[in-house]
């Protein structure tokens, strides 16, 4: 069994990014520059929008964190993103979602600039992906690529069953897998909860990519041996053992089910980091623009 090591795969992206970067600015180059959005005060939202402010100090980009409370009009939230679009020197811009139920998350999202949607949400960015043209990939599925491969995971020809359909993970996901590209080349089925006897289809599944944000809800039960687990689901329970308080869990019951797979990522230091690395990637993709 190989872990698929996200956090430190992220690390070395972000080395590679780095270095980029200085040889961009040490020839009279832009420093890339990431905007988001945080509308609200939620606790998870925080700590990604955080991790993402973060992660672009380290690369050397500059970053704009705009803050706008959890009643903003719509109006108001659509005017922010439009000012954004026109200001130049902001290459990427991502809105960190979920967004207050008054508020229509898909406008937002149709209201960015699709050159600086580096989160890759955009329909026409979504749009170019299904047909295979440059773009933007969404964070989160280009980063388990990204993992696939630094990891030379065999997909081609394999059996890959997403289970999830979000527009941001399982849906993309199953997409990318399907598409002639290494990684890719799979047998996609994409599950959900209206598919009938998930066990029989997980039971038949090489890579198995669980998106749906129920804690361990993958079993040992439900696998084949030498499966290839990406558990994307991210949990945030109470727990007396951390110094936070909390603690994050997967969808995968990992302790139980990993000496059963040929790899498996573990939550966290799996997907988590990897998507960060990969809005990063689009970000300077966008500022090389
Ligand atoms: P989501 O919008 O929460 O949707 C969940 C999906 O799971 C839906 O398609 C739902 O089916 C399906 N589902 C629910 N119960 C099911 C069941 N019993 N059997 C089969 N399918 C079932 O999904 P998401 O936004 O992709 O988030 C999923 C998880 O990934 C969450 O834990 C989230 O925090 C995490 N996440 C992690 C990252 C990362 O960077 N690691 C990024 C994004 C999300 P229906 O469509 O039929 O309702």
């Known amino acids: ?30 420093v890339p520059h990431l905007s988001a959005i945080l509308v609200g005060t939620d606790g998870a939202s ?21 803050r706008l409370s959890e009643d903003v009009s719509q109006e108001d939230l659509l005017a922010e993103v439009e000012k954004i679009n026109k200001n130049s020197d ?10 207050p139920s008054h508020v229509d998350e898909m406008k937002v999202t149709e209201a960015i600039d699709p050159e600086k949607d580096v989160d890759g949400f955009h ?32 997909t081609s020809g394999k059996h890959c069953v997403v289970i999830g359909r979000s527009h941001i993970v399982g849906s993309p996901m199953s997409i990318l897998m399907g598409r002639n590209t290494n990684p890719g080349n799979c047998t996609v089925t994409l599950t959900h909860s209206r598919t009938k006897n998930l066990q029989e289809i997980t039971k038949t599944a090489d890579i198995l990519i669980v998106a ?7 079993t040992s039960d439900m ?8 558990d994307v ?23 139980n089910v990993k000496h059963m797979c040929s790899f498996i990522t573990p939550v966290p230091g799996g997907v988590g980091p990897m998507t960060i690395a990969m809005l990063l990637k689009n970000t300077l993709l966008s500022s090389k623009k």
């Open 90 to 99: 902001i290459d990427g811009l991502i809105v960190q979602l979920p967004l």
């Open 46 to 66: 925080e700590t990604y929008v955080n991790a993402k402010v973060k992660a672009c100090e380290k690369v050397g980009f500059k970053s704009t964190l705009i």
């Open 123 to 154: 329909p026409s960015n979504i749009g170019r992906m299904v047909l295979n043209l440059p773009t933007y990939l969404p964070a989160t599925p280009a980063g388990i690529l990204e993992l696939l491969k630094r990891y030379n995971v065999e």
């Open 212 to 218: 749906l944000g129920r804690v361990e809800f993958i």
């Open 1 to 30: 069994m190989i872990i698929l090591d996200g956090k430190k795969t992220a690390n070395d992206i972000k080395e590679e990014i780095a270095l980029e970067v200085t040889s961009i600015v040490s020839s009279g180059g832009k």
């Open 223 to 230: 696998l084949k041996d030498g499966v290839c687990i990406i």
């Open 233 to 255: 689901g991210i949990t945030r329970v109470k727990s007396d053992k951390t110094k936070s308080g909390w603690k994050l869990l997967g969808d995968v019951d990992f302790e």
